[in-house]
């Protein structure tokens, strides 16, 4: 079974994770002359599954081909950078460092974490060992393509599915420490080609995983291979000497998808259940409903009961990239968090006094539309297919130099397909205190679902007299 562009590559074979102490050490080797400088997110949010961030240490594998030749051609071969928390990526030794062809032709650059010993352009994927989670958490590059110079911004993508039970006990149970959790007939090898970005599973290779769970018995978790038959793995919950089998009761594992599971045990009629939906947690979904119900005194499966009401889910967020150095047009800057997946476009690009992404001493990379010009930023591409309830965040602030000065919060006209939507009415000033601070914007009504979206920030020069910096920009809904 192969499964295409599957986003939470999963797991290698078990391998050191050297930490790297002195990333300072190493700085010539990613900044010199010629070589590439890399930084990097993940799905937008900086996320991975043990924690919020990258750690210091961590071992990226990276590839640069010419433009359009495919990895079979790649000039640079997994060479080995290690990430810092923010995301910037230095090469391991100087033998290491990538370096733009002096031709000047542009590349094309696929990058994977964590770093191994690479056959041909296919990664080892084994999930039967879920001790270290970080080391199977395996990242997937491919977006930055058709570049000759300047800094090379790698987005990655989770390729492997991940499946977290949160455990609670009724009275009937007086601790779940100790408990033990296994999903049985479980998937657990395949190979991750970073070619085409498909991940094989091999069929044959079926067992028991053990979940990685916490002292207290409240909280399991595994990464495991995506697959169209989910419904084949059985969930064994260990606890006391007792042990009670539930099948898992969703179709399929999807990729990049986190199944987020509250579960109850019960005793003598108490049950414990386990409930999917549908939500994104960054840079996973999180899908809950459909319960089971397991009895550990042998009192049989109780009814199911009505699933519960979707989950809020984060479908983007936008924060313009990490770092603070940022100077560039909106049509030319590529370090947004969603760059290669939704599109950002100035149809204004021409005017003098141009929309740009910038920084300041007091704010970190945002998107700032000038005054006196007509300027905007288009997304597209979004998808809400199958949402309701949609809500669209950002923080605002203008550029109220003076104590006289002032300015709404509307006339910065928010767009949704094409349509204006209501935008608070809230005086922006200095004495207000948003000349060095923002003002966070909420606006629930008018934003229709649908697979392909475009949210608008345009500032028209007759009403823009000041100029407006905006930031933290968020679509979320339920599903």
Not at 203 to 226: H, K, M, R, Y
Not at 299 to 304: Q, S
Not at 407 to 418: C, K, R, Y
Request: hydrophobic share 35%.
């Amino acid at each position: 079974m192969t499964l295409k562009k599957i986003m939470w590559l999963g797991v290698l074979p078990l391998f050191a994770m050297t930490a790297c102490t002195s990333l300072d050490d190493n700085s010539e080797w990613g900044n010199g002359d010629g070589n590439v400088k890399f930084t990097s997110y993940i799905s937008g949010a900086q996320k991975r599954a043990t924690g919020t961030n990258w750690n210091s240490g961590d071992r990226i594998g990276i590839f640069m081909t010419g433009h359009g030749a495919g990895l079979a051609s790649a000039s640079a071969t997994n060479r080995q950078y290690i990430a810092d928390a923010a995301g910037n990526l230095t090469a391991a030794d100087a033998e290491q460092a990538i370096a733009f062809p002096e031709s000047g032709a542009a590349q094309d650059f696929v990058a994977y974490y964590p770093y191994q010993t690479v056959s041909g352009t296919a990664v080892a994927v084994n999930v039967s060992d879920q001790t270290d989670q970080a080391a199977i958490d395996l990242l997937y590059s491919d977006n930055a393509q058709n570049i000759a110079s300047g800094t090379v911004n790698l987005g990655f993508s989770h390729e492997l599915s991940q499946v977290v039970l949160n455990i609670q006990a009724d009275a009937t149970i007086p601790t779940t420490a100790g408990l033990s959790v296994e999903a049985t007939n479980a998937l657990t090898q395949g190979s991750f080609d970073l070619a085409t970005g498909s991940l094989t599973t091999t069929a044959s290779s079926t067992g028991a995983i053990a979940f990685n769970t916490n002292a207290a018995g409240t909280q399991a978790e595994a990464i495991l291979l995506p697959t169209t038959d989910a419904a084949a793995i059985t969930l064994r919950f260990t606890l006391g000497g007792q042990t009670v089998e539930k099948q898992l009761t969703v179709s399929t594992l999807d990729a990049g998808t986190s199944y987020s599971i509250p579960v109850r045990l019960g005793n003598s009629g108490g049950s414990i259940y386990v409930q999917f939906g549908s939500a994104t947690i960054n840079p996973w979904t999180t899908v809950t409903g459909g319960d089971i119900n397991v009895d550990f005194n042998g009192g049989g499966t109780t009814p199911d009961p009505e699933p519960g009401p979707g989950t809020e889910t984060t479908i983007f967020e936008e924060t313009f990239g990490p770092g603070s150095d940022a100077d560039s047009p909106v049509n030319d800057y590529t370090a947004y968090d969603n760059y290669g997946t939704l599109t950002f476009f100035n149809p204004y690009a021409e005017n003098e006094g141009k929309a740009n992404i910038r920084s300041t001493k007091t704010f970190d990379n945002h998107l700032w539309l000038p005054a006196n010009k007509d300027n905007s930023l288009r997304i597209s591409g979004i998808n809400t297919e199958g949402y309701t309830n949609l809500t669209l965040t950002y923080d605002i602030t203008a550029n109220v130099y003076n104590d006289s000065e002032e300015i709404s919060t509307n006339a910065i006209q928010v767009l949704w397909n094409g349509t204006a939507l209501t935008v608070p009415d809230i005086t922006l000033s200095r004495a207000n205190g948003n000349f060095d601070s923002y003002t966070t914007i909420t606006i629930e009504q008018g934003i229709t679902a649908s697979s392909d979206c475009t949210l608008e920030f345009f500032g028209a020069g007759s009403v823009n007299t000041l100029g407006f910096r905006i930031d933290n920009i968020k679509l979320v809904g339920t599903k």
